[in-house]
DNA sequence: GAAGGCGGTCTTTTT
DNA sequence: GACCGCCTTC
């Protein structure tokens, strides 16, 4: 097979480029997967690269996996010595390797954030500090942007001294630093700083890797934050083959230390970059395309650049207005529902996109109400269940004891009687001592106080070195080693003597967590390992483990649905300091603006077929209720796409009333209520109209007609007028502007 | 030491 | 409206 055919002349370039810089900067939609799958092919076979020598870098394991299926697919024979991997993934592999040079120990353990906040409160606690005053996620979340910026504690606090104020976070940062190498763990930052560090500070390692990865490959590129954009210069330094792939228009990652300037200075800092763009969008229809450059033309930070498309303009987007958020869920299920059944769409070809996670639920009742297959993406990792921490936290404790926050967390679980006091007095021996807090268990006569405590402490031991030596008998499996865990902690036992619903679904949970386990063994690497396995827990996220075609309507955040299409997209909660979010209103700044109207974007752009955008007039928000004014965002798509008819500027309407039953529908065909500014009208609500049945009537587009017939709705007439031009067309009063003569 | 109740707080997005 | 921490009670 030809790699080029197929190829647009932008995308054949591409994949021709052989040695140095290359920015590929790639809207949505415009096939650019298909070009980094392309590039490696054609570099293999026609520029006799090893695939030994490649590497190519995501931020998400579908993405990887996704490349991976599509690049065995033509590479054929040598595509499995390829690296593809998220950036996570990587780094994890070269320090489990390396990370000696640094001075933690390989069997290293990874937090998340639930482990993050654990270990955050202890700190605060440790420090006497009022949590009311500081809360533990504005520390947790300044540690992370300075990891993000490679600063360590010691950095960050030479960089803040003359700064009063922000001398706590410097102390918390420095204990916490302490506390993550004590327990010889690392965070998710630390993952990607770390491995600079090491490169960065052990040149043979860097060369080994340099002299391996001779060709790297981005994706999402506008995505990488600073650590990683130092992590890839550092890597392609050597032979300068570093091919990027982004979008600055989908770049939504600011709050995770996403560093726009990585894309929007790729070329000032690689003056013999060369650049291609692809513009030309095989996704959306051109509607959906016109609707998504509307608005993201009204942004001000980004490169210029204006998708097309030779498909036709296709359906015309959708615009309800609900009354409440349950209605608004209750049209969106209903209108999904009708269209399955009318032409046997497959349930998977919805989407419903949402700003935040808090909005699912509603869906989710409606879903389960109405008996419609669905699946929230997101909300709620598998593995951040409490029952599945719990069982993680003794795979964590046999794999690395030194790991405080797992020993903590299983000591009393299932009950063992050793209460807080206990605890308390064990951290802190633990703290005078320098000892990790399970050997201070280990030496527990010693420890004053605790004498009545001491036999359950000495049992709990016991148990954990039993079940560590099963560990190192290497004849016996993983799954042997987690039947042992639950069956020896009396963890199961306990939820089947609750005998609750919640406990039945923790079971269920746990059964899980077995085949889990199980089929990592069975099938996922030759030689599995405890500490591998915990890798890839603590790697995927729950959009990893969606599969294709899977007959369920997907709901998700508009972040994770970034990489994703659906032919038919459902965007909901388009409402002011919904979408765009309060935070972003309230702090006045464009650039938050900004980077919600690229959410929009990416939302947009995520549907084939047709969108709808809804939102409703009031919604219950952390308890009470808001009625917001329809986006701005809603505003900036052309008037012409959800309306035929955009003549004159409308009319200031009214405030409408609203009463739950009434829902307004805008379709195709009728004028855009909301077009004027800043601010959209909320009222839709028309007047009485002054003609009738048999009258002549001029419309601004379709010119003149006879109305046919007028259909009374709860505040407004469908009016069917034969137009002179335009043949029969079906209009509602409010929106028309029909004029009689 | 455990369990339940009360009140205050904070709400974006995630590898 | 959810969660967390703190308090009270047993």
Known sequence: MNMLDGLNPMQREAVIHKDGPLLLLAGAGSGKTRVLTHRIAYLIHEHQVNPYHILALTFTNKAANEMRERVDGIVGYGSEMIWVSTFHSTCVRILRRYIDHLGYERNFTIYDADDQKTLMRDICKYLNIDTKKYNERSFISTI???????????KYRSEVESDYGKRIFADVYTEYEKRLKNNNAL????????????????????TYYQSRFRYLLVDEYQDTNTAQFILLSLLAKANRNLCVVGDDDQSIYKFRGANIYNILNFESIFPDAKVIRLEQNYRSTGNILEAANGVIRHNKMRKEKTLWTAAEEGEP??????????????????SIRRKARKDGTSYDSFAVLYRTNAQSRIFEEKFIYEGIPYRIVGAINFYARKEIKDLLAYLKTIENSNDDISVKRIINVPKRGIGLTTIDRISVYSIEHEVSFYEALQNIDYISGCGRAAPKIKSFVALMEALKNHEEDSGRSLTDLINEITDETGYVRELENEGTE????????????KNKITHYEESETENPTLSELLENIALVADI??????????????????????????????MEESVFPGAMAIYQGDEAEIEEERR??????????????????IQRMKNGDLHRNQPSRFLNEIPRFLLAKEAKEAPKKQKKAEYSPEKASIFHTGKKNPFAGNPY?????????????VGDSVRHTKFGTGTVLTMNKLKDDYEIVIEFENFGQRKLRSSFAKLSKV
């Open 502 to 513: 919640e406990a039945a679904a923790r079971l269920e949970n746990i059964a899980e967590l």
């Open 144 to 154: 992370s942007h300075a990891k993000d910026e490679l600063k360590d504690a010691s």
């Open 599 to 616: 959410l929009c974007y990416v939302g947009i752009t995520r549907a084939m077929k047709k969108l709808t955008l809804t939102s409703a």
């Open 544 to 573: 990893d483990t969606l599969d294709n075609n899977s007959e369920q309507v997907l709901l998700m955040t508009l972040h994770t649905a970034k990489g994703l299409e659906f032919p038919y997209v459902y965007l909901c909660g």
């Open 317 to 334: 987007l959708s615009y309800i207005q609900y009354p409440n958020e349950y209605e608004e869920a209750n049209g969106i299920v209903h």
């Open 187 to 206: 965070d998710f930052d630390d993952l990607i700083m770390k491995t600079v560090l090491l490169l960065r500070k052990s040149e043979e390692v860097l």
């Open 680 to 692: 959209i009208q909320k009222g839709i609500k028309g007047s009485e109209p002054d003609y009738g």
